[in-house]
């Protein structure tokens, strides 16, 4: 099988404002660590990128919403929607 390189978009997960608000409070902490730890990863290799917002306000325990969606514009991956 062919190996790509991975970005950070890869393991990215969106959500919208209904889809969040139907996980319970062990799925959004999970969602936290796991989104963390894969930041982590990335910088932990040499991706070298600027803190997006979302692990900023994850880091801080800070509300994600700021639109309809967690993520109200991709361009932090290199990719706008």
């Given at each position: 099988m062919p190996?790509?390189?991975v970005s950070f978009k890869d393991v990215?997960?969106?959500?919208?404002q209904e889809?969040?608000?139907?996980?319970d409070s062990a799925q959004k902490a999970l969602y936290r660590d796991v989104m963390l730890e894969n930041y982590c990863h990335f910088v932990s290799v040499?991706?070298?990128?600027?803190?997006?917002?979302?692990?900023?306000?994850l880091?801080?325990?800070?509300?994600l919403w700021t639109?309809?969606?967690i993520?109200?514009?991709r361009s932090y991956l290199g990719e706008s929607v």
């Amino acid at each position: 099988m062919p190996q790509g390189s991975v970005s950070f978009k890869d393991v990215t997960v969106d959500f919208t404002q209904e889809e969040w608000q139907q996980l319970d409070s062990a799925q959004k902490a999970l969602y936290r660590d796991v989104m963390l730890e894969n930041y982590c990863h990335f910088v932990s290799v040499g991706f070298h990128m600027t803190k997006p917002d979302m692990i900023r306000k994850l880091e801080q325990g800070k509300e994600l919403w700021t639109t309809g969606r967690i993520f109200p514009s991709r361009s932090y991956l290199g990719e706008s929607v």
